[in-house]
């Protein structure tokens, strides 16, 4: 799986680097990012952690 990011409804409230700092950062922007693609087996309840507690719904799972 992989995890996308609308930037148009990104408020870089950084829930989701809180939750994983390994797979989200924030850019300049202060916007989130992906940092692994895909992610790894073992960091997907993370990543749906992250997607399920955005609170602008930014982040959504995209199948590979």
Request: negative net charge; proline residues 6%; charged residues 35%.
């Amino acid at each position: 799986m992989r995890v996308e990011v609308d930037l148009d409804r990104c408020e870089g409230n950084a829930i989701c680097v809180g939750i994983d700092p390994d797979l989200f950062e924030l850019n300049d922007d202060e916007q989130a990012v992906v940092k692994v693609a895909p992610i790894p087996a073992d960091r997907e309840a993370h990543a749906m952690q992250a997607i399920a507690e955005c609170p602008r719904a930014a982040l959504r799972r995209v199948e590979d």
